[in-house]
Nanobody, 121 residues
Framework: QVHIVESGGGLVQPGGSLRLSCAAPVAEFSRYNMAWYRQAPGKQRELVAVLTYYDSTTYAESVRGRFTISRDNAKNTGDLQMNSLVTEDTAIYYC???????????????WGQGTQVTVSS
C-alpha cells in the first residue's frame, strides 16, 4: 500500500489562491500518471486535472485557465496551483497516481486521504 499525503488545503475567499501538494513515496515516480480529483458535498467525485508520465495535461472545463497541475519527479511530489477560486471549487481534493501506460487504464492506482478546500467569504 502506498501512503500518499496531500497538504495545502484550507479556507480562502473567492478570488483567492491555494496551492495543494501531494507526496507519493513510490519508486520511479516519473513513470506514474498523476491527477487531482475533487468531491463536493452531495456530488460525485470528479476529475480536476491530469498530468501523465509523458507530460501531457488535461483539465476539467470548469478549472481550465485557473488551475495548473505540476510535478517534481526528483522529489516525488505533485502540486495543484489554484487561482481565481470560486465557491463552486469547495470540495475535498484527492491526489491520485497510477503506473498505467494510459491514464486510468489499469488496475493499479493509489489515492491520498484528501484535503479540504473551502472557498467562502
Amino acid at each position: 500500500q502506498v501512503h500518499i499525503v496531500e497538504s495545502g488545503g484550507g479556507l480562502v475567499q473567492p478570488g483567492g489562491s491555494l496551492r495543494l501538494s501531494c507526496a507519493a513515496p513510490v519508486a520511479e515516480f516519473s513513470r506514474y500518471n498523476m491527477a487531482w480529483y475533487r468531491q463536493a458535498p452531495g456530488k460525485q467525485r470528479e476529475l480536476v486535472a491530469v498530468l501523465t508520465y509523458y507530460d501531457s495535461t488535461t483539465y476539467a472545463e470548469s478549472v481550465r485557465g485557473r488551475f495548473t497541475i505540476s510535478r517534481d519527479n526528483a522529489k516525488n511530489t505533485g502540486d495543484l496551483q489554484m487561482n481565481s477560486l470560486v465557491t463552486e471549487d469547495t470540495a475535498i481534493y484527492y491526489c491520485y497516481i497510477d503506473p498505467c501506460a494510459r491514464f486510468g487504464a489499469c488496475e493499479s492506482a493509489f489515492w491520498g486521504q484528501g484535503t479540504q478546500v473551502t472557498v467562502s467569504s
